[in-house]
């Protein structure tokens, strides 16, 4: 199945859980693709001694997700983006969403 995630929240459980789901989805041989938008696009800065996101973040990641970070969003917050979270546009978010068969926000 293909699955798309969108995070918009800068809350770091709700960010893990969100990660989380998108592992237990690869591990269970899907095709997860997350897309960060507004807030979302803080999460590698909110890792808590009770939520590590960035290491769930590279879990994602090393299991074959995909992760893409808005761009506009990104400027506002002077920021350019990562190897972990590159800069996208809303032509990124809008496959992540119009390819998928299933899509969960966060």
Do not use: H, Q
């Not at 995630?5 to 989380?20: L, Q, V």
């Not at 591990?27 to 590698?44: A, I, M, Q, S, T």
């Not at 970070?69 to 917050?77: N, T």
Request: overall charge negative.
């Amino acid at each position: 199945m293909k699955i798309g995630i969108i995070i918009y929240s800068n809350d770091s459980e709700s960010i893990w859980n969100a990660f989380r789901f998108g592992c237990f989805a690869l591990l269970k041989g899907d095709e997860v693709r997350l897309f960060l938008l507004g807030k979302g696009v803080e999460c590698e800065s909110l890792d808590t001694d009770e939520f590590k996101v960035t290491e769930l973040m590279e879990d994602f990641i090393d299991n074959g997700g995909k992760i893409f970070a808005c761009g506009g969003c990104l400027e506002l917050r002077n920021s350019e983006g990562s190897k972990m979270c590159p800069m996208s546009k809303m032509k990124d978010m809008y496959e992540v969403i119009t390819e998928s068969e299933k899509v969960v926000t966060f």
